[in-house]
């Protein structure tokens, strides 16, 4: 609740809605938004989907809304969490099978939260740089086939990690770091 309430506020105190603000040709516009569902790991709709066809489906989404050519595609940045490969196989992937030229570049970033959202940092800054003009940044989780404490060896961790409070808690899976690391009483493995 308390999360909800934060991010509430967030947007309650923002003077500037899309409306009134101030326009600029240096403004980065987001032209379409696309995504699966959500589903649960291990026992849902989309569990044995992956990652590749997932964001395969959400690329070929993505240009049919907004009409712009694959070949316009400058530049894709996607976001991932402890996929083989740091993740930039099944993005190249998807981007091949959703029929997006191969002179198009793909990148991932690897990173524990929010690399979906760093994705889309990446590309909105390139925009605004002028680097690029058009790129799509996103990110795609498959819990089921990729979760964090199958790719993790606790023989191959030091100690010293385990008599950390905060390094031990870095060895949570994505679906309890929300609800667990909050809590006081949390103990690892």
């Not at 694959?70 to 992937?93: E, K, L, T």
């Not at 198009?104 to 939260?113: D, F, H, Q, T």
């Not at 404490?149 to 010293?160: F, G, K, L, V």
Request: aromatic share 4%; proline share 6%.
């Amino acid at each position: 609740m308390e999360r909800l309430s934060t991010i509430s506020s967030h947007l309650s105190t923002n003077k500037l809605s899309a409306k009134n603000a101030p326009k600029s040709p240096n403004d980065v516009v987001i032209c379409g938004a696309v995504r699966t569902p959500l589903t649960k790991a291990k026992r849902g709709g989309l569990k044995d989907t992956t990652p590749e066809i997932l964001v395969k489906t959400v690329l070929e989404g993505l240009i049919q809304r907004t009409g712009v050519k694959p070949a316009d595609i400058q530049d894709i940045v996607m976001g991932n969490v402890s996929q083989p490969g740091a993740g930039v196989f099944p993005a190249r992937m998807a981007e091949l099978l959703a029929g997006l030229p191969d002179t198009v570049p793909c990148a991932s970033i690897n990173r524990l939260c929010s690399s979906g959202l760093e994705a889309c940092a990446t590309i909105a800054s390139k925009i605004k740089a002028g680097f690029i003009d058009i790129g799509i940044g996103g990110g795609v989780e498959q819990m089921t086939m990729f979760d964090m404490q199958s790719s993790m060896n606790p023989e191959t961790i030091s100690e010293a990690v385990f008599e950390h409070p905060q390094a031990r808690n870095t060895l949570l899976s994505m679906g309890q770091t929300s609800e667990v690391a909050q809590s006081p009483h949390f103990v690892s493995f």
